[in-house]
T-cell receptor, first 115, second 117 residues
Framework: DGGITQSPKYLFRKEGQNVTLSCEQN?????MYWYRQDPGQGLRLIYY???????QKGDIAEGYSVSREKKESFPLTVTSAQKNPTAFYLC??????????????FGPGTRLTVL | AQKVTQAQTEISVVEKEDVTLDCVYE???????LFWYKQPPSGELVFLIR??????QNEISGRYSWNFQKSTSSFNFTITASQVVDSAVYFC??????????????FGKGTTLSVSS
């Protein structure tokens, strides 16, 4: 089955720790994205990547880092510099048609809680 | 600046009622895309529809229909004969044509729909 997987589903972190959220897709999509969702809020873009070895900051990149070493994978690291990391994190991917990016499809999400 | 407004925070209906979810957007671009996503309690966002700014035809898919009006910058979503399984948070989103601005989706804050039996 083609799709986007995120792991773990739930993650608990102590203050001061870095944690890495996994996102893998087997849809052969070029572009991948990370969004953060807080209660009662829409999704906000953290980082996105349109090709391997390249990524761009979104609106709320501070305290986060990413890598894109493989087309299928776009892990997100939440660093200790992120002041309020408790949130629901959603990964998405989309194909590219020329310079235009197609519809974004989402993974099941990771719920991060800082203890 | 681009913006999406979903003024209805929560809507409660009884099964079989029709319900319309409002979405108003702001953009300076002439080419853009509008989306609706559904987020059930499980959390995953499910894609429902994508509309190109040049295509103002309304669309119907089963019990779902969408009304796109550029004149009022609105892209409203109607569920006919609602069912309990329609209970979810619904998001409207805007994406510009890829260019210097990139390809981010700009989301509204969502409308929580509760359908009771």
């Amino acid at each position: 089955d083609g799709g986007i997987t995120q792991s773990p589903k739930y993650l608990f972190r102590k203050e001061g720790q870095n944690v890495t959220l996994s996102c893998e897709q087997n849809l052969n999509h070029d572009a991948m994205y990370w969004y953060r969702q807080d209660p009662g809020q829409g999704l906000r873009l953290i980082y996105y990547s349109q090709i391997v070895n390249d990524f761009q900051k979104g609106d709320i990149a501070e305290g986060y880092s990413v890598s894109r070493e493989k087309k299928e994978s776009f892990p997100l690291t939440v660093t200790s510099a992120q002041k309020n990391p408790t949130a629901f994190y959603l990964c998405a991917s989309s194909s590219k048609i020329g310079r235009r990016t197609d519809t974004q499809y989402f993974g099941p999400g990771t719920r991060l809680t800082v203890l | 600046a681009q913006k999406v407004t979903q003024a209805q925070t929560e809507i409660s209906v009884v099964e079989k009622e029709d319900v319309t979810l409002d979405c108003v957007y702001e953009t300076r671009d002439t080419t853009y895309y509008l989306f609706w996503y559904k987020q059930p309690p499980s959390g995953e966002l499910v894609f429902l529809i994508r509309r190109n700014s040049f295509d103002e035809q309304n669309e119907i898919s089963g019990r779902y229909s969408w009304n796109f009006q550029k004149s009022t910058s609105s892209f409203n979503f109607t569920i006919t004969a609602s069912q309990v399984v329609d209970s979810a948070v619904y998001f409207c989103a805007l994406s510009e044509r890829e260019g210097q601005a990139g390809t981010a989706l700009i989301f509204g804050k969502g409308t929580t729909l509760s359908v009771s039996s």
